[in-house]
């Protein structure tokens, strides 16, 4: 049985990675940790577990490995003290807010011994992996460009801080669509010229819409929006959709889309039911399969940098109002 806790509730992702756990008949949550101990002694209520209020104490508990589900700019402290103990780590995205940190939390876990992944789940979306199978195999020829969207609703709290989030919505949606295609298509982002800023709403410090425009080491072409776009009354939280141009077809891809639209007079507006298959489980899966092998997980920390960089020079590139290369050294 691998022990799995969990560092912080201030994502939401985090409730997901929970119920995963706790669905797995060879992983337990074992025990909670947060630096807001009201929300941690919340979510540990809520999934039946610990709430260990002293970091280190957690750390000690005979714990296998941890997801950490923080503010941005914690992850690293977060993974550090985590490598430290020993333990696996499996660490949201984006990995950092820093290329400096990122690198920081690779080195640590080098020198501990331990693995560190990036909470990337689009890549357990069965459309998404028979999309990486149908180009595996050729069927679409050389791939000359890609249009993809992540929209979602505003998530509040410190996501709009970019002194605890690092950016906005380019920072929060960008990371998912550039560590896709690099999957998909096994090329490296070259360059990025973005255009964002706040747009939709008052009273927020950072972006809310970027608009993205990227070149890749194999000739491909993206355009991505990246957006909290979404009204409150909208289905769900967001989407992700890519329109893939080959030289022997065009694939359009809805990763979300095993719905059934739902018309309730209880909510008063449209809602969407899934039917389908929970990404989230994919990627919980694949980690606890690495910390009991003692292997890497599958979605690696060097995939977390290379989606980071892409997004930094996207900040950079608003900043100047031109094109930025994308250092891969």
């Given at each position: 049985m691998t022990r799995v806790g969990i560092m912080s509730f201030a994502h939401m992702h985090a409730f997901a990675y929970a119920d995963c756990l706790r669905g797995l008949p060879d992983a337990e949550l074992t025990a909670i940790w947060d630096d807001e101990a009201d929300r941690g002694r919340d979510s540990a209520k809520q999934f039946e577990v610990d709430f260990i209020e002293d970091q280190a104490g957690f750390l000690a508990t005979g714990l296998d490995a941890v997801i950490i589900t923080s503010e941005n700019v914690k992850h690293r402290t977060m993974v550090e003290n985590a490598a430290n103990a020993g333990l696996w780590i499996l660490c949201e995205k984006p990995i950092a807010t820093t290329i400096d940190d990122a690198k920081a939390m690779i080195a640590a876990c080098d020198a501990a011994a331990v693995g560190l992944g990036t909470a990337f789940p689009c890549r357990y979306i069965p459309s998404m992996m028979d999309v990486k199978k149908r180009i595996d195999a050729g069927e679409l020829g050389d791939i000359y460009a890609c249009s993809c969207t992540n929209n979602g609703q505003f998530p509040g709290g410190w996501f709009a801080d970019p002194a605890l989030a690092g950016g906005g919505a380019t920072m929060d949606h960008t990371v998912h669509v550039a560590d896709a295609l690099r999957w998909l298509l096994g090329q490296e982002f070259t360059s990025v010229y973005c255009e964002n800023g706040n747009l939709l709403r008052e009273g927020i410090e950072t972006d809310d819409v970027g608009s993205l425009h990227l070149e890749m080491s194999g000739g491909t072409m993206v355009s991505h929006v990246a957006s909290w776009n979404r009204p409150a009354s909208f289905p769900t939280w967001g989407d992700?959709?890519?329109?893939?141009?080959?030289?022997?077809?065009?694939?359009?891809?809805?990763?979300?889309?095993?719905?059934?639209?739902?018309?309730?007079?209880?909510?008063?507006?449209?809602?969407?039911?899934?039917?389908?298959?929970?990404?989230?489980?994919?990627?919980?899966?694949?980690?606890?399969?690495?910390?009991?092998?003692?292997?890497?997980?599958?979605?690696?920390?060097?995939?977390?940098?290379?989606?980071?960089?892409?997004?930094?020079?996207?900040?950079?590139?608003?900043?100047?109002?031109?094109?930025?290369?994308?250092?891969?050294?």
């Open positions: 992700v959709t890519m329109e893939i141009i080959g030289e022997k077809g065009v694939l359009a891809v809805d990763a979300f889309n095993q719905k059934l639209d739902v018309y309730s007079d209880e909510a008063v507006k449209a809602e969407w039911a899934y039917w389908g298959d929970d990404c989230n489980l994919g990627l919980v899966a694949d980690f606890v399969d690495a910390v009991a092998n003692k292997r890497p997980p599958t979605v690696s920390a060097l995939d977390g940098l290379r989606a980071l960089e892409v997004t930094t020079a996207a900040y950079e590139s608003a900043r100047l109002h031109q094109s930025v290369s994308i250092d891969l050294s």
